[in-house]
């Protein structure tokens, strides 16, 4: 549901529901036909709440099949040459600002392709890096995310109308 914010402050918010690992791969593909290349992404929510799956869903959108998108846990950053370029990140094993320097994550050329960052919220820095925020939650029946960006990249996201498929997609 998009609300105007309080006082007309402008801001949009929507908040999907997942039922399913299926809805989630799809949610993934969907958000990548229309979130214009070049955009940078942080996946942010607890363990297993379903980011990993989510970028496997993003990725087949353009031709890399899930299997071969598997989560940068321990390797930190994993690219695949696209095109568009996508660039997956996974900052969990990270711990300082040092250290986020010293994985490249800054250096990476993305060119016109997608960066998409686990963990994001473990680093201030990455707030003004980083251009929309998903965050996820587990549910008792599925799963939540919750899009926080540019009101541009909301609009965008609201009038192509990507997740509507019955009211349900909607929370
Ligand atoms: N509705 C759902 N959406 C997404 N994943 C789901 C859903 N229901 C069950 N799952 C399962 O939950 C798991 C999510 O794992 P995934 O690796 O995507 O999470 P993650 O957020 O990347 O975790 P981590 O923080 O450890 O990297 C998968 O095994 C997936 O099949
Ligand atoms: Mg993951």
Redesign the pocket.
Known sequence: MIKPGKRGKPFRQLKLF????A??LRAGGRMARVLPQGTKIG?S??????????VKGFASAYGISRDAVT?P?FTIINEYAGPPRIVHA?L?RIATDDDLVRTGLYDTDTGSGFLLV??PERFKSLANYLDLFLI?SIKKD??VIEVKGRKEVLDRMADNKIFERGKRAWL
């Open positions: 997942i039922e399913t690992t809805g989630m996946l929510g607890e363990l297993g709440a379903g980011k990993t799956t989510f989560s846990t996974d969990y686990e963990w996820f599925g799963r």
